[in-house]
């Protein structure tokens, strides 16, 4: 079984702030999403990774997928209050669809 | 569109009382999952079923059961529910192979007393 580990487990900054979330692995990825979950609710994806040290953004989110495809990383730019949530990352093998542990961020106004 | 549809979104049961989550889609999906979620913490997967007909254990099956009724519809059963069920079930879908975007319905917010 392939974990996913993501760290800071819980983040809590300042409005204007910039952060970086992990999700690391021992194992390699074909692909691997990101989602946000916000209270109440179910996660939505917010990106797709494929290639080894691609880069991705969202405004102010920018994903980055390591180069041997082990690992990925989400930096926030001035995190906004409207940043709070759950970011998750996930992969899907051959069907069998796992979630890492979470990094639950709080942007303080 | 409705997406994907579970019911109920709550429920309370008394400990060794039997349940059965629905999940609907109706986006024509082949993959369906079942996900539950612990105060503050990630998803873990119970069962998924890559396609109409098929289903396998997850991470955490134990107490579970589940039936992939048609290509539309995959519940969830606990035969006796006990208090470390307690937790929200999300069930969620995919259109084929899982590189894609899972769709997840609302979630059922269970407590087993």
């Known amino acids: 079984t392939q974990l996913l580990e993501q760290s800071p487990q819980f983040l809590s900054i300042q409005e204007g702030e910039n952060l970086t979330v992990y999700c690391n692995s021992s194992?390699?990825?074909?692909?691997l999403q990101w989602y946000r979950q916000e209270p109440g609710e179910g996660p939505v994806l917010l990106v797709t990774?494929?290639?080894?040290?691609e880069v991705k953004k969202l405004k102010r989110l920018t994903f980055q997928f390591g180069d041997a495809r082990k690992d990925s990383s989400l930096h926030i730019t001035a995190a906004q209050p409207g940043d709070t949530g759950l970011y998750l990352c996930g992969f899907g093998g051959t069907y069998k669809y796992i979630f890492g542990t979470g990094t639950r961020l709080k942007v303080l106004a | 569109n409705a997406g994907v549809t579970q019911t109920p979104k709550f429920q309370v049961l008394k400990t060794g009382q039997s349940m059965t989550l629905q999940c609907a889609q109706d986006m024509n999906h082949n993959s369906m999952y079942w996900y539950r979620q612990d105060p503050g913490m990630g998803l873990r997967l119970i069962y998924y079923s890559a396609s109409e007909g098929t289903t396998d254990k997850g991470e955490v099956p134990n107490g579970y059961n589940v039936s992939r009724l048609n290509k539309r519809e995959f519940s969830l059963r606990l035969e006796s529910a006990a208090p470390s069920q307690t937790s929200v079930y999300f069930c969620a879908s995919i259109a084929g192979a899982s590189t894609g975007e899972l769709f997840f319905g609302e979630g059922s917010r269970l407590t087993v007393l």
């Open positions: 194992s390699v990825f074909s692909s």
């Open positions: 990774v494929v290639t080894g040290g």
